[in-house]
């Protein structure tokens, strides 16, 4: 199983997701951890990892079989799973 970022699948919600990432993230590491570049560092990450398909292909590549994934949160984080017997 793997937790992770992903892709937001809801468009109105993925505007508002992305303005709250790329100003609202940083500018709080800015004023907790006087470190604005790590939080604009992280958001950058999470915008590289693969999508639920790309990330699901991954998986079934690696050998895994039955493998499933469900977003929460409009697709803000999904849950993989896959079973490798």
Known sequence: MCLEFSEVQVP???????????????????????????????????RRFPNQESFKSTIIDAGFDAVYYRNFSGGIVAMHSGVKL
């Open 12 to 46: 109105v919600f993925n505007t508002i997701y992305d303005a709250y990432s790329f100003y609202i993230i940083p500018e709080l590491g800015k004023l907790f951890a006087n470190d604005k570049e790590s939080y604009e560092y992280l958001v950058e990450s999470i």
